[in-house]
């Protein structure tokens, strides 16, 4: 079990998390760049001392500012892969794989056998007299691995593993990375910037915003029940606070937010509630909507964004009241010459609305 409590700060930046991590388990590190992301492997690694908190793993403590504890990197049972793999030009590959266990001191003969098994699990053994120059992007990945995890520790850190990777060597390696982290009887951290990718690799989500973790759980929970705007936005979906203001006929309550009114099913009990819609349950219409949608709002586009990887559909920000996001297919916005400005009415069943307190 990894235990994190830490902070430090960076300038103006403020670093302060805290969350634990079952041993055999992933937890994938989601935010923007600049949100304190790569700082947390940092500290986790020994290479960013943190002002005041608590590392521990299973049973050692790599840092605790109360007890005047700070276990040097080279101490640290921690494999670490950087977003650019970081391999030594100069040596072979089977030299890179070997370099952490030279360093440790294993004798050549155990060296050279670990070294050997490394390079079978990660499938590069006919690389082993290569040089990282002479490797594509999906094998230098491998090598990468095989290096960390030929020390056989016990947290392992990725730091954006497939960021440096063509677009069509992503999808082809990320089933072969998921594969291969699966079952590994360590504490593993990914850190990464896209929520998809996330979510093929955590077993749980930590949304890193502005050095802090927003929300911290499993992926359909973040999806079902985000407890900040920026965890919805993120997650691709709309948040509301609301107030329930009155109960109508047919099991509905009229519910005030964001500056107008919903109707939603009756969750029961009474006073604020969080409100979940998602974006493909709303209709767009450039007239009135008629029919069994129960919420019709209607304001002006203020923005649309093509959602990856190919931008076949968009988001469409809406200022509402609520304000939404809808999301349509573009051929669906070219029908209805959808731009920023144009007036649009946004229809949605009171059953497409999620409610949690």
């Not at 519910?255 to 006073?271: C, H, K, S, T, Y």
């Not at 988001?315 to 400005?341: D, F, K, Q, W, Y």
Request: net charge neutral.
């Amino acid at each position: 079990m990894l235990r994190v409590h830490a902070a430090r700060r960076l300038g103006a930046f403020t670093l302060d998390v805290a969350f634990d991590v079952p041993t055999g388990s992933t937890l994938a590190l989601v935010g923007e760049s600049g949100s304190g992301k790569t700082s947390i492997l940092r500290m986790l690694a020994g290479l960013l001392t943190p002002d005041h908190g608590r590392v521990e793993l299973d049973d050692s403590v790599y840092f605790d500012r109360a007890g005047v504890v700070d276990v040097p990197a080279w101490r640290r049972s921690v494999g670490y892969v950087a977003q650019d793999y970081a391999l030594f030009p100069h040596l072979t590959v089977a030299r890179n794989v070997g370099f952490g266990l030279r360093a440790a001191g294993v004798p050549a003969d155990a060296a050279s056998r670990r070294v050997a098994d490394a390079l079978a699990r990660f499938d590069v053994a006919d690389l082993a007299d290569r040089r990282p120059g002479a490797l594509s992007g999906g094998q230098q990945q491998r090598v990468a691995l095989a290096r960390a995890l030929v020390l056989e520790p016990r947290l392992l850190l990725l730091d954006e593993p497939l960021s440096a990777l063509d677009p069509q060597t992503r999808r082809e390696v990320r089933g072969e990375l998921k594969r291969l982290l699966t079952g590994l009887p360590c504490v593993t951290l990914y850190v990464t910037h896209s929520p998809a990718e996330a979510i093929v690799f955590g077993d749980r989500l930590a949304v890193v915003a502005a050095g802090g973790i927003a929300q911290c759980d499993t992926a359909e929970a973040l999806l079902r029940q985000p407890r900040t705007s920026y965890v919805a936005e993120f997650m691709g979906v709309n948040l509301l606070r609301g107030e329930i203001r009155r109960r109508e006929p047919g099991e509905l309550v009229r519910v005030a937010a964001g500056g107008g009114e919903l109707f939603i099913p009756d969750p029961g009990g009474d006073g604020e509630l969080f409100l979940v819609v998602d974006p493909r349950e709303i209709v767009l219409s450039r007239s009135p909507l008629h029919g069994s949608a129960q919420n019709q709002l209607v304001g002006a586009i203020e923005e649309i964004v093509p959602e990856p990887p190919a931008g076949e559909r968009l988001r469409v920000s809406l200022a509402t009241h609520p304000p939404i996001v809808a999301e349509v297919t573009r051929a669906a916005a070219a029908a209805m010459n959808l731009a920023p400005g144009v007036i649009v009415y946004a229809a949605f069943k009171a059953s497409g609305v999620r409610t949690y307190r």
